[in-house]
């Protein structure tokens, strides 16, 4: 179990606006050995990257304020290039949606409700292939 300790002190960020959906969210990564900061909108969500640093973000691609998707948008054109992997969550989103969001960089698409151990999985996989 060498990889659990390598990634216990990544830092992953939990855009959503539904507080449930980041306290379980949060709950899945941190028994996984992550450390977790949430915020409730994309605009909160670029606010807090700039004063803080995120291995990862996952994102509700259907917030109110500013979407998952316009905060992916901002972080890859304001990063250059340096922007964490994002892994954007949904609920229902339309293929060509999901086309949008691969093509602006996320990372992964995974559907809400999802599998917590294939969502531990992802980010786990995400994180490793942006620290090589």
Known sequence: MVRHTE?????VL???DEPAVRRTVRAALESAGYECAESENGATG????E?????LIIADYHMPVLSGLRLL????GNQNGTAPPVIMLSGVLK?????KAIELGA????????????LVLTVDE?????SI
């Open 95 to 99: 293929s060509k949606d999901k086309q």
């Open 46 to 49: 670029l606010a807090w990257i």
């Open 51 to 55: 004063e803080n640093h995120a291995d």
């Open 14 to 16: 939990i855009v959503d």
């Open 73 to 76: 948008e901002r972080l890859h």
């Open 107 to 118: 990372y992964a698409i995974v559907d809400k409700p999802c599998n917590f151990r294939e």
């Open 7 to 11: 990634h216990r002190k990544k830092r």
């Open 126 to 130: 995400a994180i490793e292939s942006s």
